[in-house]
């Protein structure tokens, strides 16, 4: 079955960085477009980024603001989220997630798999 397993996760003061991984298995990653959401305490889930198959991303505009970089390796089955400049505002559970559309897709509804979510959090 599939398998998105993220890991990197954990506390940081503001203004550091974090990269985040997500290992996936079960499926034919090259073929998938990947995505970062993330959800804080008492809020929805929020689009981050995504990345599609030739490496074209998409990120959110209203906090992302530079700081954030998606990429992926296909030879891994991984993506990866590299954070820097973090804010507090940005402390979340963090999760990975694929879909098998080719074009953007910013809606966890079009999102087909899903992890299980790594805590990022940051203190002021």
């Known amino acids: 079955q599939v398998q998105l397993v993220e890991s990197g996760g954990g506390l940081v003061q503001a203004g550091g960085s974090l990269r985040l991984s997500c290992a996936a298995s079960?499926?034919?990653?090259?073929?998938?477009?990947m995505g970062w959401f993330r959800q804080a305490p008492g809020k929805e889930r929020e689009f981050v980024a995504q990345i599609g198959l030739s490496g074209d991303c998409t990120y959110a505009t209203d906090f992302v603001a530079g700081r954030f970089t998606i990429s992926r390796d296909n030879a891994k089955n991984t993506v990866y989220l590299k954070m820097i400049s973090l804010k507090p505002e940005d402390t979340a559970v963090y999760y990975c997630?694929?879909?098998?559309?080719?074009?953007?897709?910013?809606?966890?509804?079009?999102?087909?798999?899903w992890g299980q979510g790594t805590q990022v959090t940051v203190s002021s």
């Open positions: 997630a694929a879909n098998g559309y080719l074009q953007p897709r910013t809606t966890e509804e079009d999102y087909d798999y």
């Open positions: 079960g499926l034919s990653f090259s073929k998938y477009t």
